[in-house]
């Protein structure tokens, strides 16, 4: 499966870069740089997808006690803090010759930071074993009081007075025929990738969990 996966992705994201670089025309006001709108947006949406992910499973901890959820909300997560910190760092790279400056503390940027430090603070509690036995249900209910901040990312743009772009809001993002085609290619094309990533990762813990459970059995 995680084979498949991948390779689904590794062509798809080769496509993506015909539609990126050959398809989509180059943005009239912004030029080159608006390309990175194609990566950016992608690694945002997907981000989101990882923590709710991590609030489902999490969920499913919580009324099915089974381990392989925990694993799953920790596979999301990693994932999450990944391509949400990557969708931070390509923002500032696109913000800096748009809006001349690396950051400013807009609505939308502030409220991803925050979540990203959320998340950040639930893998270190992850890694420092919180919970002893009762740990996957301890990082459960973290993983669903974490997720408060996500709407609030998706929303801040709509609701409050944001300079960030909205692409797919009641007012459009203007975006030509050929751009959003680039722009829906993009987010197939890294969902595959987040797919296989995903399902390797929470293989690897199922795996790390497995060799510990006979570690633990052969030192009683």
């Given at each position: 499966?995680?084979?498949?996966?991948?390779?689904?992705?590794?062509?798809?994201?080769?496509?993506?870069?015909?539609?990126?670089?050959?398809?989509?025309?180059?943005?009239?006001?912004?030029?080159?740089?608006?390309?990175?709108?194609?990566?950016?947006?992608?690694?945002?949406?997907?981000?989101?997808?990882?923590?709710?992910?991590?609030?489902?499973?999490?969920?499913?901890?919580?009324?099915?006690?089974?381990?392989?959820?925990?694993?799953?909300?920790?596979?999301?997560?990693?994932?999450?803090?990944?391509?949400?910190?990557?969708?931070?760092?390509?923002?500032?790279?696109?913000?800096?010759?748009?809006?001349?400056?690396?950051?400013?503390?807009?609505?939308?940027?502030?409220?991803?930071?925050?979540?990203?430090?959320?998340?950040?603070?639930?893998?270190?509690?992850?890694?420092?074993?919180v919970g002893g036995e009762r740990g996957p249900v301890v990082r459960a209910a973290l993983g669903v009081?974490?997720?408060?901040?996500?709407?609030?990312?998706?929303?801040?743009?709509?609701?409050?007075?944001?300079?960030?772009?909205?692409?797919?809001?009641?007012?459009?993002?203007?975006?030509?025929?050929?751009?959003?085609?680039?722009?829906?290619?993009?987010?197939?094309?890294?969902?595959?990738?987040?797919?296989?990533?995903?399902?390797?990762?929470?293989?690897?813990?199922?795996?790390?969990?497995?060799?510990?459970?006979?570690?633990?059995?052969?030192?009683?």
């Amino acid at each position: 499966m995680t084979a498949v996966l991948a390779a689904l992705a590794a062509a798809a994201l080769t496509i993506a870069q015909w539609f990126i670089w050959m398809h989509a025309p180059v943005e009239e006001t912004m030029g080159v740089v608006q390309k990175i709108f194609y990566i950016h947006l992608p690694l945002a949406w997907w981000a989101m997808m990882s923590f709710f992910t991590v609030f489902l499973a999490s969920l499913m901890v919580l009324i099915k006690k089974d381990n392989r959820w925990d694993r799953l909300a920790g596979a999301a997560c990693e994932l999450g803090v990944l391509f949400s910190g990557l969708a931070l760092v390509t923002g500032s790279l696109w913000g800096k010759p748009i809006w001349n400056v690396w950051w400013t503390w807009d609505p939308r940027l502030t409220t991803t930071l925050i979540m990203w430090f959320v998340y950040a603070a639930y893998l270190i509690l992850r890694q420092s074993g919180v919970g002893g036995e009762r740990g996957p249900v301890v990082r459960a209910a973290l993983g669903v009081v974490a997720f408060l901040d996500v709407p609030l990312v998706f929303y801040s743009a709509r609701k409050w007075r944001s300079i960030h772009p909205t692409v797919f809001g009641s007012q459009g993002g203007g975006l030509e025929p050929e751009m959003l085609a680039a722009v829906l290619v993009s987010i197939a094309a890294v969902g595959l990738f987040w797919a296989a990533l995903l399902s390797l990762r929470a293989r690897q813990l199922g795996q790390s969990a497995a060799i510990r459970n006979i570690f633990l059995h052969q030192t009683r």
